[in-house]
């Protein structure tokens, strides 16, 4: 569940869990079919992302019926370009089928070349991408370089993103079976706060005129809980500061720092200074889901 909150006081940074990022593949034995990615961890709610296929040989299989790349695409990931890669020692014809919301909705197919990129941009709900070799395929091709770009979404992947694919050999029935599979999955946990805003009454004042500054619309989105985040604000040099107001909130606790030591916050959440600071910290520590402060 996201978590979203919006917060009166100070600049803020967060701390979460993160996930890990894993690849699990599965060879056979007369080759493996591996996945690599540009990025492990996303840095946000959405992040450009590109998968590299590679298949080697085991140097003793060959494929007299053909043999066929299927790529599994989930939900959260759209591709915006397919390279068809480098296909080693094979000389015949490859052909490419892009689907829709599942096999049985084609949405692109055609004859290509090794090293073609196609232009997936003016598709969505990809679902899968294939590249067949139609003729035999001798035991030293290898592939390399077959790759998909896109745009990773965390609104809709949740805290991982998993893609998979196989390497089918043509049983000669017009079915096929599996050579190697492979699987790579993508950290796609994130917390972003926004760019709070800093407002001051009165905007103008002069010697020893009090000023109420205040550091409001700090709010923050994403589907990675919040362990603790802190507020913190530098002061200048020649303000004497009076009363700090701190916010409240459901299932957190405070602690307030002034110039780095620890001070004790009165009942209502506020702190007494009446002298020159430097800066004001308050580190907050959740425990549970964070609630919009109490009014």
């Not at 829709?100 to 990809?126: C, H, M, P």
Request: net charge negative; glycine share 8%.
């Amino acid at each position: 569940m996201d978590t979203k909150f919006l917060r009166r006081l100070f600049a803020a940074s967060a701390f979460g869990i993160l996930a890990g990022v894993q690849c699990i593949p599965v060879s056979a034995s007369s080759g493996s079919l591996s996945i690599s990615q540009s990025v492990d961890k996303i840095s946000g709610k959405s992040q450009d992302q590109e998968y590299v296929f590679d298949f080697v040989s085991d140097g003793k299989t060959s494929y007299s019926d053909g043999t066929k790349l299927k790529i599994h695409i989930a939900k959260g990931y759209t591709p915006s370009s397919f390279s068809v890669g480098d296909w080693s020692n094979y000389e015949g014809s490859l052909k490419y089928t892009v689907y829709g919301i599942n096999d049985n909705d084609v949405l692109a197919e055609a004859d290509v070349s090794e090293n073609d990129v196609i232009d997936l941009s003016g598709y969505t709900n990809i679902s899968g991408i294939d590249v067949m070799a139609e003729e035999s395929v001798s035991e030293n091709t290898n592939i390399s370089d077959t790759s998909i770009s896109g745009t990773l979404n965390a609104e809709e992947t949740g805290r991982s993103y998993k893609i998979n694919a196989a390497y089918l050999k043509a049983d000669g029935n017009g079915g096929y079976e599996p050579i190697s599979e492979a699987e790579k999955e993508t950290d796609c946990s994130y917390y972003q706060f926004s760019k709070p805003v800093l407002t001051a009454n009165p905007t103008t004042a002069g010697q020893l005129d009090a000023v109420n500054a205040v550091l409001s619309g700090i709010s923050g989105e994403g589907n990675l809980g919040i362990q603790s985040f802190t507020i913190k604000m530098n002061i200048p040099s020649r303000m004497i500061t009076d009363r700090i107001s701190l916010p409240q909130f459901e299932n957190a606790s405070m602690t307030l720092y002034v110039d780095g030591t620890e001070r004790k916050i009165n009942e209502d959440d506020s702190y007494n200074v009446n002298s020159k600071v430097t800066s004001i910290e308050v580190a907050v520590s959740v425990n549970g889901e964070l609630k919009q402060p109490l009014q």
